[in-house]
T-cell receptor, first 116, second 109 residues
Framework: GAVVSQHPSWVICKSGTSVKIECRSLDFQATTMFWYRQFPKQSLMLMAT?????????EQGVEKDKFLINHASLTLSTLTVTSAHPEDSSFYIC????????????FGPGTRLTVL | DAKTTQPNSMESNEEEPVHLPCNHSTISGTDYIHWYRQLPSQGPEYVIHGLTSNVNNRMASLAIAEDRKSSTLILHRATLRDAAVYYC??????????FGPGTRLSVLP
């Protein structure tokens, strides 16, 4: 149980284009999903917290107009990187909270974005 | 957010037990202790979590100090597949996870 998927697993795009990444909770409903970014040899950095049906909360320094997050249902959140540039190349990971009192997060397998 | 401190790296021999320490001296009474691990190019994988009592599951055991200022993740028999970065994270319900650098565990055959 508690499986989270991401699609695509990797994507290569040209500078200036937009890329959408999907995060799905497959066997549970997730009221809250998180988006992280991880650069090579670094730890995960939280980008934003997404609650179903409401606007995402972005961490300081993360441009909300560049990283558009939509959490339209209890099983799907999307991250769109708009006008991507090479410095946006990174490993993007989502997680979902299954609920309960301990807030255990279940993570997706990640999406490797390369911007040329 | 309460901070955790972990050794940067550890080594273990295959089929031997591994004890991964974590210090969290500023832990609050309602903080849960979570452990995750991350293999290369994968998302973090949940390992175990606890509040006050020691916990066991099929993957590992979590030993929590009586004052809760430290904890130890125990892998009873390390395998090559256990080589990963292990993260100790404090979570107060409703707040965000803060990932530190973690401990890179190497398992030697």
């Amino acid at each position: 149980g508690a499986v989270v998927s991401q699609h695509p697993s990797w994507v290569i795009c040209k500078s200036g284009t937009s890329v959408k990444i999907e995060c799905r909770s497959l066997d549970f409903q997730a009221t809250t999903m998180f988006w992280y970014r991880q650069f090579p040899k670094q730890s995960l950095m939280l980008m934003a917290t997404s609650n179903e049906g409401s606007k995402a909360t972005y961490e300081q320094g993360v441009e909300k107009d560049k990283f558009l997050i939509n959490h339209a249902s209890l099983t799907l959140s999307t991250l769109t990187v708009t006008s991507a540039h090479p410095e946006d190349s990174s490993f993007y990971i989502c997680s979902a909270v299954a609920g309960g009192s301990t807030d255990t997060q279940y993570f997706g397998p990640g999406t490797r974005l390369t911007v040329l | 957010d309460a901070k955790t401190t972990q050794p940067n790296s550890m080594e273990s021999n295959e089929e031997e037990p591994v004890h991964l320490p974590c210090n969290h001296s500023t832990i609050s009474g309602t903080d849960y202790i979570h452990w995750y691990r991350q293999l290369p190019s994968q998302g973090p994988e949940y390992v175990i979590h606890g509040l006050t009592s020691n916990v066991n599951n099929r993957m590992a055991s979590l030993a929590i100090a009586e004052d809760r200022k430290s904890s130890t993740l125990i892998l009873h028999r390390a395998t090559l597949r256990d080589a990963a970065v292990y993260y100790c994270i404090l979570d107060n319900y409703g707040q965000n996870f803060v990932f530190g650098p973690g401990t890179r565990l190497s398992v030697l055959p």
